[in-house]
């Protein structure tokens, strides 16, 4: 349990904490909140700018070049404030590009923590003694660049809850979804009505017979994923397969 008693905290270091408000208010995140399964604390890093007026944050980059560089005093006070809160240090994160790809078995792992602290960068990103000082564990979402760490933080926030327990209301779905221990993509699913535009429900799924069904829906599971292997294997798929 984290020090507010619930089951998973983060804390997330951010210019633009207002991103999070939507987000945080809806659905299954909103539940995990009310029902303190998730606790989510969101600082402002310009809170802890040296720069008492202005509360500057960033400034040009030494050699020249494009933008802004987040600077490393307020991200190090920030840290080493919120860390003080509380027995567990928790893990600092880096959302960045440049960093380890978030995969299912990732976020498992970091399922497995209690406590995490995401360093959203904006701008051109972070100075370097923020990484070397601070040694965060560096994440990305993907190889693709995003205008700020906040997208990328939801992400990881979203699909960690997930296994925390509680969270959803049948815990074995995150057991058969795609990319989950099976290493398969989910099979498709169906609901109503049977008949939708001319296209039908298989006969299968209507059948009753829960063998078959699990039997279609393993091989409907490994034609998926056969389906989405390295684009050398893709691009041999036959024009209109599906
Ligand atoms: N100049 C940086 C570079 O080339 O690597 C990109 C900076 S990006 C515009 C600003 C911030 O967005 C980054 O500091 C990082 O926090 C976040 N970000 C962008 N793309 C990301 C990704 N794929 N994964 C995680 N964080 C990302």
Redesign the pocket.
Known sequence: MTPAGVGFRFDVLTLFPEIFSGYLTQSILKLALQQKLVEICLWNLRDWSPDQRHHQVDDRPFGGGP?MV?MPEPVFACVEAIRQQGPEPGTLI??????ER?TQPLVRELSGLKRLLL????????DERIRLGLKPRE???????????????M?LIDTVVRYVPGVLGDEKSVVEESHSETGRLEYPQYTRPREFRGLAVPEILLSGNHQAIAQWRREQSELRSRRTQPTTERSERKEGEP
């Open positions: 933008g987040i880096m959302l960045t590009p440049a960093g978030l360093l959203c960068g904006r701008y051109e990103g972070f994440i990305s979402i993907g190889d693709f660049v995003c205008n700020g760490g906040e997208v990328p933080a992400v």
